[in-house]
Structures are given as C-alpha cells and as structure tokens.
C-alpha cells in the first residue's frame, strides 16, 4: 500500500513537471529558444578531432580570434554538403577553424589551403593541424596573404574570409574567378567588429552572386553562392 502511495506521489510530481516545462516552452518568444546540442562523433577519428576541437575551445582561444563554435560548427556543414574538394581560407590563426573545415575535407577527401602572416600563430596552426590528425590535407603558408595568393591556381570550392577585414574585397576579387561556379565565399566578422561596406557592397550587388547573412546575433557570418 505504502509502495503504491510512493509510486503515485511520484507520477503526480512527473505530470506536474511535464506541464511546467511545456509552459515555459510555451512561454518564451518564438524563435528564442536553443535547440542545438554538441556535435555526436560518428567515428573514432572523428571524435579525437571534436576532443582537439574541444580543447583549443576550452584552453587557446586567449589571443587566436578564433570562430565561435556555432561558426565551426556552420563552415563544416558548408563543406561537407558541397563535397569541396578545395578550401581556401585567409587567417589560420592557430589552426581552429581549420581544422572545423577539415572535419568535412576528411569526408569529402578534399583539402585546404590555408594563409597566416603572423610566425607564433602558424606555429600552433602546425601543431594543432597534427595534433587533429589532418595535417596530410593541409597546406599552410606563412606570409601575407596579399601576396602569397597570387600564387593560386586552382580551382576552389569555398573560401573562408577571416584575416584583415580590410583586404575582404581584394581577396574576392582575386579569388572568385578561381571559385568553382556552385562554390561558396563565406566571410566572417559581419557584425562584430564590423563589416567593410565596400564587401557588403560587393557581395549584394553582384548578380552572379546569392548572398545570405547567418549567425548575426554573434559575430556575423555571410555566405555568398557563385551563381552557375
Ligand atoms: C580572426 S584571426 C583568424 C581566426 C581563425 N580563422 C580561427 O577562427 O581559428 C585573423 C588572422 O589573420 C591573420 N592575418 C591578418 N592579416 C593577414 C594577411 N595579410 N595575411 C595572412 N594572414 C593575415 C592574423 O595574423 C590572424 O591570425
């Protein structure tokens, strides 16, 4: 009888927090409410990646600028839903959203260039890049970007703005006629600190060019389709 009482009390208490959490569902404002959880490993390889991911997040981000999670998060979908066999991206810093894109270019047996001007932090790039296990698909190259990327010859799936804001506009113009027609520019920074006019301008005025804006609430991502 006694454990009949227990076992009722605790079904009531369960009913009572079901219907308090559905209200507070319903209470807050549509649209606010965060329904992402942390990335699921599918493999082992892919699981010692997310546990460097995890840890640069946790312990190297003091001075890296690096990308939000969600960002990282965001740059692997990209890639790996256009199958990029090439990335390019301008800021390695030490290697954080690198290695995000190297997430997907694992999948997509695909690789990534990547530039850096300043030696401390392609130094950690290196060593992160190892550490993750993607080192034998990336090319790092240490210098300004200004001039290393003339250089590049091939064809690109997606690049990734996130070095000096300033040079936005110079690297689309050098770069999109490498950029594979279905390939997408994606930029950082959109929001905070701020956006260089002359990009936003370039990037929405364009008809061979899709632009969308993602991610504002944070730094601000904008992601801009090469028309076919
Ligand atoms: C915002 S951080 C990049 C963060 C990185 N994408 C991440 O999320 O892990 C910008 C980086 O661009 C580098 N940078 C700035 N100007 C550059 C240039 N002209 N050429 C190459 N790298 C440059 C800076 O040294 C800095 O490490």
Redesign the pocket.
Known sequence: MKGMHIGLTALALAGTLAITAAAQWREQPAGSEDLSRPPLAKSETEGNILAVLDD?DRNQRRG????PVE??RLLRVLTESIGAKHVV????????????LCLALRSTGGKLT?????AH??SL?RENFKRAGVDNIVTL?E??????IKRLTEPIDLI?L???KE?YVFYLKRLLPLVKPGGLIVA??MRRPHADPRYLEAITTNPDLETIFLNMEDAGVAVTLKKR
């Open positions: 640069l890296m600028m690096n990308i960002d990282g991206e301008l800021g390695t810093s030490n290697g954080y959203s690198g290695i995000w990547t530039y850096e001007i300043d932090r392609a790039a190259v210098g300004d970007a200004h001039q290393e990734f996130d070095a000096d040079g950082h920074n």
